[in-house]
Protein backbone atom coordinates (compact mmCIF):
# COMPACT_ATOMS: atom_id res chain seq x y z
CA UNK A 1 0.00 0.00 0.00
CA UNK A 2 1.07 3.62 -0.83
CA UNK A 3 2.42 5.45 2.37
CA UNK A 4 -0.08 8.20 0.71
CA UNK A 5 -3.96 7.72 1.12
CA UNK A 6 -5.74 8.91 -1.73
CA UNK A 7 -8.55 11.26 -0.68
CA UNK A 8 -11.97 11.62 -3.13
CA UNK A 9 -11.65 15.76 -3.43
CA UNK A 10 -7.72 16.58 -2.39
CA UNK A 11 -6.34 20.29 -2.53
CA UNK A 12 -5.18 21.33 -6.08
CA UNK A 13 -1.15 22.31 -5.55
CA UNK A 14 -2.25 26.03 -6.07
CA UNK A 15 -5.37 25.95 -4.19
CA UNK A 16 -3.30 24.39 -1.47
CA UNK A 17 -0.74 27.25 -1.44
CA UNK A 18 -3.18 29.97 -1.78
CA UNK A 19 -4.92 28.72 1.45
CA UNK A 20 -1.64 28.53 3.28
CA UNK A 21 -0.69 31.90 2.26
CA UNK A 22 -3.73 33.68 2.70
CA UNK A 23 -3.83 32.21 6.05
CA UNK A 24 -0.11 33.17 6.83
CA UNK A 25 -0.94 37.40 5.74
CA UNK A 26 -3.87 37.13 8.22
CA UNK A 27 -2.21 35.09 11.25
CA UNK A 28 1.68 33.56 10.30
CA UNK A 29 4.46 35.01 12.55
CA UNK A 30 6.01 37.87 11.12
CA UNK A 31 8.11 39.29 13.92
CA UNK A 32 10.37 36.71 14.61
CA UNK A 33 13.87 38.15 15.70
CA UNK A 34 15.72 36.12 12.02
CA UNK A 35 12.42 37.75 10.13
CA UNK A 36 13.77 40.97 10.52
CA UNK A 37 16.74 41.94 8.17
CA UNK A 38 16.89 38.48 7.14
CA UNK A 39 19.54 36.91 5.75
CA UNK A 40 21.44 33.45 4.81
CA UNK A 41 23.49 33.77 7.60
CA UNK A 42 20.53 34.92 10.14
CA UNK A 43 18.71 32.31 8.99
CA UNK A 44 21.02 29.66 8.90
CA UNK A 45 21.69 30.48 12.69
CA UNK A 46 17.97 30.32 13.28
CA UNK A 47 17.08 26.96 11.67
CA UNK A 48 20.39 25.31 13.57
CA UNK A 49 18.82 26.57 17.19
CA UNK A 50 15.29 25.81 16.06
CA UNK A 51 16.60 22.34 15.58
CA UNK A 52 14.64 20.08 18.35
CA UNK A 53 14.41 23.47 20.01
CA UNK A 54 11.69 25.67 20.65
CA UNK A 55 11.11 29.15 19.59
CA UNK A 56 10.62 30.87 22.59
CA UNK A 57 13.98 29.23 24.10
CA UNK A 58 15.59 30.15 20.87
CA UNK A 59 14.54 33.89 20.82
CA UNK A 60 17.03 34.79 23.79
CA UNK A 61 20.08 32.72 22.22
CA UNK A 62 19.21 34.05 18.81
CA UNK A 63 19.91 37.73 20.35
CA UNK A 64 23.09 37.22 22.19
CA UNK A 65 24.84 34.88 19.45
CA UNK A 66 23.78 38.07 16.83
CA UNK A 67 25.13 40.90 19.31
CA UNK A 68 28.77 38.30 19.81
CA UNK A 69 28.78 37.13 16.28
CA UNK A 70 27.29 39.64 13.98
CA UNK A 71 27.99 38.26 10.39
CA UNK A 72 29.89 34.74 9.25
CA UNK A 73 33.19 36.42 9.39
CA UNK A 74 33.13 37.06 13.30
CA UNK A 75 31.77 33.54 13.63
CA UNK A 76 34.69 31.98 11.86
CA UNK A 77 37.16 33.71 13.33
CA UNK A 78 35.84 33.20 17.06
CA UNK A 79 37.04 30.15 19.29
CA UNK A 80 34.85 27.20 19.72
CA UNK A 81 34.87 27.90 23.67
CA UNK A 82 33.43 31.49 22.63
CA UNK A 83 30.75 29.62 20.73
CA UNK A 84 29.59 27.27 22.93
CA UNK A 85 29.99 29.25 25.89
CA UNK A 86 26.91 31.09 23.52
CA UNK A 87 25.37 27.48 23.25
CA UNK A 88 25.76 26.77 26.85
CA UNK A 89 22.16 25.39 27.74
CA UNK A 90 20.70 25.34 24.24
CA UNK A 91 21.45 21.64 24.44
CA UNK A 92 22.76 19.00 20.99
CA UNK A 93 26.10 20.93 21.21
CA UNK A 94 27.20 19.36 17.76
CA UNK A 95 24.92 21.89 16.57
CA UNK A 96 26.66 24.77 18.10
CA UNK A 97 30.36 22.75 16.67
CA UNK A 98 29.38 22.21 12.90
CA UNK A 99 28.08 26.22 12.66
CA UNK A 100 31.44 27.26 13.80
CA UNK A 101 33.23 24.40 11.66
CA UNK A 102 31.00 25.53 9.07
CA UNK A 103 31.99 29.04 9.06
CA UNK A 104 35.05 28.41 8.50
CA UNK A 105 34.72 26.18 5.64
CA UNK A 106 32.68 28.54 3.80
CA UNK A 107 35.45 31.32 5.18
CA UNK A 108 38.09 29.23 2.98
CA UNK A 109 35.77 27.48 0.10
CA UNK A 110 33.14 30.45 -0.67
CA UNK A 111 35.60 33.79 -0.26
CA UNK A 112 33.77 34.59 3.25
CA UNK A 113 30.29 34.70 1.04
CA UNK A 114 27.64 32.29 2.31
CA UNK A 115 26.94 29.65 -0.71
CA UNK A 116 23.32 30.07 -2.01
CA UNK A 117 23.55 27.13 -4.79
CA UNK A 118 21.83 24.20 -2.30
CA UNK A 119 24.17 21.27 -3.03
CA UNK A 120 27.22 23.48 -2.00
CA UNK A 121 24.91 24.57 0.79
CA UNK A 122 24.35 21.07 2.21
CA UNK A 123 27.32 19.94 1.75
CA UNK A 124 28.23 22.39 4.71
CA UNK A 125 28.26 20.59 8.21
CA UNK A 126 25.30 20.15 10.13
CA UNK A 127 22.96 21.26 7.21
CA UNK A 128 20.62 18.80 5.63
CA UNK A 129 18.13 19.12 2.48
CA UNK A 130 15.22 21.11 4.68
CA UNK A 131 17.61 23.14 6.43
CA UNK A 132 19.11 23.85 3.14
CA UNK A 133 15.66 24.61 1.59
CA UNK A 134 14.67 27.04 4.46
CA UNK A 135 17.80 28.92 4.67
CA UNK A 136 17.62 29.62 0.63
CA UNK A 137 14.09 30.42 0.96
CA UNK A 138 13.95 32.63 3.81
CA UNK A 139 17.11 34.45 3.46
CA UNK A 140 17.93 34.52 -0.21
CA UNK A 141 14.31 34.11 -1.97
CA UNK A 142 14.62 31.08 -3.67
CA UNK A 143 12.03 28.37 -4.14
CA UNK A 144 12.92 24.99 -2.46
CA UNK A 145 10.71 22.90 -0.19
CA UNK A 146 11.30 21.95 3.05
CA UNK A 147 10.22 19.08 5.43
CA UNK A 148 10.62 19.78 8.95
CA UNK A 149 8.91 18.25 12.10
CA UNK A 150 6.08 21.11 11.38
CA UNK A 151 5.92 20.33 8.04
CA UNK A 152 5.66 16.34 8.13
CA UNK A 153 3.04 16.60 10.54
CA UNK A 154 0.74 18.90 8.62
CA UNK A 155 1.31 17.16 5.29
CA UNK A 156 1.28 13.85 7.36
CA UNK A 157 -2.38 15.05 8.06
CA UNK A 158 -3.94 16.31 4.96
CA UNK A 159 -2.37 13.67 3.06
CA UNK A 160 -3.62 10.70 5.78
CA UNK A 161 -0.18 9.32 6.51
CA UNK A 162 -0.31 6.65 8.96
CA UNK A 163 2.96 5.44 9.08
CA UNK A 164 6.06 7.30 11.43
CA UNK A 165 6.87 10.01 8.66
CA UNK A 166 10.75 9.50 9.86
CA UNK A 167 10.66 6.07 7.89
CA UNK A 168 12.47 6.06 4.60
CA UNK A 169 9.87 4.99 2.29
CA UNK A 170 7.72 7.53 3.87
CA UNK A 171 9.87 10.72 3.83
CA UNK A 172 10.50 10.38 0.35
CA UNK A 173 6.72 10.56 -0.28
CA UNK A 174 5.98 13.34 1.82
CA UNK A 175 9.36 15.13 0.14
CA UNK A 176 7.13 14.36 -3.58
CA UNK A 177 4.47 15.86 -1.69
CA UNK A 178 5.86 19.16 -0.12
CA UNK A 179 7.47 19.82 -3.35
CA UNK A 180 4.44 19.28 -5.43
CA UNK A 181 2.69 22.06 -3.25
CA UNK A 182 5.83 24.81 -2.62
CA UNK A 183 4.33 27.37 -4.59
CA UNK A 184 6.73 29.30 -7.23
CA UNK A 185 6.17 32.56 -5.79
CA UNK A 186 6.30 33.42 -2.30
CA UNK A 187 8.08 30.58 -1.48
CA UNK A 188 10.08 32.55 2.21
CA UNK A 189 5.82 33.23 3.00
CA UNK A 190 4.78 29.90 2.23
CA UNK A 191 7.32 27.64 3.76
CA UNK A 192 7.11 29.85 6.95
CA UNK A 193 3.61 29.89 6.85
CA UNK A 194 3.86 25.57 6.79
CA UNK A 195 6.14 26.02 10.08
CA UNK A 196 4.15 28.12 11.80
CA UNK A 197 0.75 26.11 10.92
CA UNK A 198 2.40 22.61 12.04
CA UNK A 199 3.58 24.98 15.49
CA UNK A 200 0.51 26.71 16.41
CA UNK A 201 -2.40 25.02 14.93
CA UNK A 202 -1.26 21.32 13.68
CA UNK A 203 0.40 20.76 16.86
CA UNK A 204 1.15 17.20 18.09
CA UNK A 205 -1.38 17.21 20.81
CA UNK A 206 -5.06 18.44 20.86
CA UNK A 207 -4.51 20.14 17.20
CA UNK A 208 -7.27 22.97 16.33
CA UNK A 209 -8.49 21.76 13.19
CA UNK A 210 -11.79 24.08 13.09
CA UNK A 211 -9.57 26.98 12.33
CA UNK A 212 -6.94 24.80 9.31
CA UNK A 213 -7.02 26.72 6.61
CA UNK A 214 -6.32 23.27 4.89
CA UNK A 215 -9.14 21.37 6.91
CA UNK A 216 -11.85 20.89 3.90
CA UNK A 217 -9.12 18.62 2.35
CA UNK A 218 -7.60 17.06 5.30
CA UNK A 219 -7.84 13.60 5.45
CA UNK A 220 -7.23 12.98 9.09
CA UNK A 221 -9.92 15.90 10.10
CA UNK A 222 -12.25 14.07 8.10
CA UNK A 223 -11.40 10.87 9.08
CA UNK A 224 -11.17 11.53 12.62
CA UNK A 225 -7.74 10.45 12.77
CA UNK A 226 -5.92 14.00 14.10
CA UNK A 227 -4.92 12.55 17.15
CA UNK A 228 -3.38 9.23 15.43
CA UNK A 229 -1.84 10.46 12.68
CA UNK A 230 1.18 11.32 12.54
CA UNK A 231 2.57 7.70 14.08
CA UNK A 232 4.95 8.00 16.78
CA UNK A 233 8.58 6.47 16.20
CA UNK A 234 8.84 3.12 17.25
CA UNK A 235 10.35 2.97 21.00
CA UNK A 236 13.15 0.92 21.81
CA UNK A 237 13.44 1.62 26.28
CA UNK A 238 16.36 4.00 26.76
CA UNK A 239 19.85 2.03 28.65
CA UNK A 240 20.41 4.04 32.12
CA UNK A 241 23.83 4.70 32.43
CA UNK A 242 25.00 6.33 36.24
CA UNK A 243 28.27 8.59 36.73
CA UNK A 244 29.62 10.37 39.49
CA UNK A 245 30.52 14.00 38.91
CA UNK A 246 33.08 15.86 41.09
CA UNK A 247 32.71 19.63 42.03
CA UNK A 248 35.94 20.31 43.43
CA UNK A 249 36.94 23.72 44.99
CA UNK A 250 40.30 24.95 45.88
CA UNK A 251 40.80 28.05 48.74
CA UNK A 252 39.83 30.54 46.36
CA UNK A 253 36.67 28.86 45.58
CA UNK A 254 37.51 27.86 42.07
CA UNK A 255 36.30 24.47 40.74
CA UNK A 256 38.29 22.14 38.76
CA UNK A 257 37.14 21.85 34.95
CA UNK A 258 37.69 19.30 32.08
CA UNK A 259 37.61 19.89 28.55
CA UNK A 260 35.90 17.21 26.80
CA UNK A 261 37.12 15.40 23.70
CA UNK A 262 36.09 17.16 20.52
CA UNK A 263 33.42 14.58 19.79
CA UNK A 264 31.29 12.95 21.84
CA UNK A 265 28.63 13.61 24.74
CA UNK A 266 29.49 17.35 25.08
CA UNK A 267 32.35 17.12 22.79
CA UNK A 268 34.51 20.64 22.92
CA UNK A 269 32.48 21.63 26.14
CA UNK A 270 34.20 21.82 29.93
CA UNK A 271 32.99 19.29 32.43
CA UNK A 272 33.35 18.20 35.67
CA UNK A 273 35.61 15.19 36.40
CA UNK A 274 33.75 12.00 36.51
CA UNK A 275 34.07 8.64 37.88
CA UNK A 276 32.53 5.50 38.50
CA UNK A 277 30.11 5.71 41.31
CA UNK A 278 31.55 3.29 43.31
CA UNK A 279 35.10 5.07 43.43
CA UNK A 280 36.20 5.63 46.45
CA UNK A 281 36.32 9.32 45.25
CA UNK A 282 39.78 10.59 47.75
CA UNK A 283 41.73 7.96 46.29
CA UNK A 284 40.85 8.60 42.87
CA UNK A 285 41.06 11.72 42.73
CA UNK A 286 44.67 11.25 44.66
CA UNK A 287 45.55 9.18 41.53
CA UNK A 288 43.89 10.52 38.75
CA UNK A 289 44.39 14.40 39.34
CA UNK A 290 47.20 14.26 42.06
CA UNK A 291 44.51 15.87 44.33
CA UNK A 292 44.15 15.57 48.12
CA UNK A 293 40.71 15.97 49.43
CA UNK A 294 38.40 17.16 52.11
CA UNK A 295 35.81 14.45 53.34
CA UNK A 296 33.82 14.41 50.25
CA UNK A 297 29.30 15.20 50.38
CA UNK A 298 27.23 13.19 48.32
CA UNK A 299 24.49 15.33 47.06
CA UNK A 300 21.16 13.85 45.39
CA UNK A 301 21.38 12.06 42.71
CA UNK A 302 19.24 13.42 39.49
CA UNK A 303 18.69 12.19 35.95
CA UNK A 304 19.70 14.00 32.79
CA UNK A 305 18.06 12.30 29.29
CA UNK A 306 19.79 12.30 26.34
CA UNK A 307 18.11 10.60 22.96
CA UNK A 308 19.61 7.65 23.02
CA UNK A 309 19.91 6.79 27.14
CA UNK A 310 19.59 7.92 30.42
CA UNK A 311 22.08 9.64 32.60
CA UNK A 312 21.93 9.08 35.99
CA UNK A 313 24.10 12.49 37.79
CA UNK A 314 25.48 11.20 41.27
CA UNK A 315 26.84 14.90 42.80
CA UNK A 316 30.03 14.70 44.77
CA UNK A 317 31.24 18.04 46.83
CA UNK A 318 34.93 18.13 47.95
CA UNK A 319 37.67 20.30 49.11
CA UNK A 320 41.08 20.12 47.14
CA UNK A 321 43.84 20.94 49.27
CA UNK A 322 46.76 21.00 47.22
CA UNK A 323 45.49 22.36 43.93
CA UNK A 324 48.27 24.37 43.11
CA UNK A 325 51.08 21.97 43.04
CA UNK A 326 49.53 18.91 41.42
CA UNK A 327 46.93 20.31 38.78
CA UNK A 328 48.25 22.60 35.77
CA UNK A 329 46.48 25.05 34.03
CA UNK A 330 46.92 23.26 30.45
CA UNK A 331 44.97 23.44 27.71
CA UNK A 332 42.22 20.71 29.25
CA UNK A 333 41.90 21.27 32.65
CA UNK A 334 41.74 24.40 34.64
CA UNK A 335 40.30 26.21 37.92
CA UNK A 336 37.37 27.55 36.80
CA UNK A 337 35.91 31.28 38.09
CA UNK A 338 32.77 32.28 36.54
CA UNK A 339 33.67 35.80 37.77
CA UNK A 340 36.90 36.10 35.68
CA UNK A 341 35.09 36.65 32.30
CA UNK A 342 36.60 33.92 30.37
CA UNK A 343 34.34 32.21 28.05
CA UNK A 344 33.74 28.86 28.57
CA UNK A 345 30.99 26.64 27.16
CA UNK A 346 29.75 24.64 29.63
CA UNK A 347 27.46 21.24 29.83
CA UNK A 348 24.13 21.80 30.97
CA UNK A 349 24.47 19.20 34.28
CA UNK A 350 27.28 21.40 34.98
CA UNK A 351 25.77 24.59 34.77
CA UNK A 352 22.49 23.08 36.99
CA UNK A 353 25.46 22.19 39.60
CA UNK A 354 27.12 25.65 39.59
CA UNK A 355 24.40 27.53 39.84
CA UNK A 356 24.04 28.58 42.33
CA UNK A 357 27.38 27.15 43.55
CA UNK A 358 27.11 24.60 46.60
CA UNK A 359 29.30 25.18 49.56
CA UNK A 360 31.65 22.37 50.36
CA UNK A 361 32.78 21.20 53.37
CA UNK A 362 36.13 22.52 54.88
CA UNK A 363 38.92 21.26 56.69
CA UNK A 364 38.08 21.09 60.77
CA UNK A 365 40.69 23.15 62.21
Known amino acids: MNALTVIPQ????????????????????????????????????????????????VIPYFARFMQRFPDLAALAIASQDEVLALWSGLGYYARGRNLHTAAGIVMDIHGGVFPLDIEAVVA??????????????????????ILDGNVKRVLSR??????????????RD???????????????AYNQAMMDLGATLCTRG???CARCPLQQ???ARHGGLADAIPASKPRKALPVKSTAMLILRNARGEVLLQKRPPSGIWGGLWALPECAVEEDIQAWAHRQLGLQLSAPLRGAAWRHTFSHFHLDIHPIYAQAENPSNLVMEDSATVWYNSASGVDRGLAAPV????????????KKT
Open 351 to 362: LRLLDPPVPVPR
Open 206 to 208: RPD
Open 174 to 188: LWLAAELYTPAARCA
Open 10 to 57: PLAADEFGARVLAWFDQHGRKDLPWQQRPTPYRVWVSEIMLQQTQVAT
Open 158 to 171: VLGVTAWPGAPAVE
Open 217 to 219: GCV
Open 124 to 145: LPGIGRSTAGAILSLGAGQRHA
